[in-house]
């Protein structure tokens, strides 16, 4: 059974910085594109940072320059999201997301790219 643990998310004042962790688990060997989605109440969910097995990554227009996505599968598909200069705009829930459809590749923003797994969640709230 796959599944993705996310970590790291929490409560920051504004201008901080958190580094939010996704472990991919209980997968057959191979590549994946892994993705950052966030969802604040009331909001449609949107796409915040992908990365490639390849190690191509792609950041979305609303965090670019703010956020950097980053992986290592040294032992299991692990993926980071390093944010930075928060804003309490970017207070949502935040979801690892995975799927090995395009061979591991993502497909760069503003593509939309469907994922066959997804993380729990991990909150980040960001207010002074």
């Known amino acids: 059974q796959v599944e993705l643990l996310e970590s790291g998310g929490g409560s920051v004042q504004p201008g901080g910085s958190l580094r939010l962790s996704c472990r991919l688990l209980g997968a057959t060997p191979g590549p994946f594109c892994m993705s950052w989605f966030r969802q604040s109440p009331g909001k449609e969910r949107e796409g915040v940072a992908r990365i490639g097995a390849d190690g191509h990554a792609s950041i979305a227009d609303p965090v670019k320059g703010r956020f950097t996505v980053s992986r290592d599968d040294t032992d299991t598909a692990t993926t980071f999201l390093q944010m930075n200069d928060l804003a309490p705009e970017d207070s949502a829930t935040y979801y690892c997301?995975?799927?090995?459809?395009?061979?591991?590749?993502?497909?760069?923003?503003?593509?939309?790219?469907?994922?066959?797994?997804w993380g729990q969640g991990t909150q980040v709230t960001v207010s002074s």
């Open positions: 997301a995975a799927d090995r459809y395009f061979g591991g590749n993502c497909y760069p923003f503003p593509l939309s790219q469907g994922f066959a797994f």
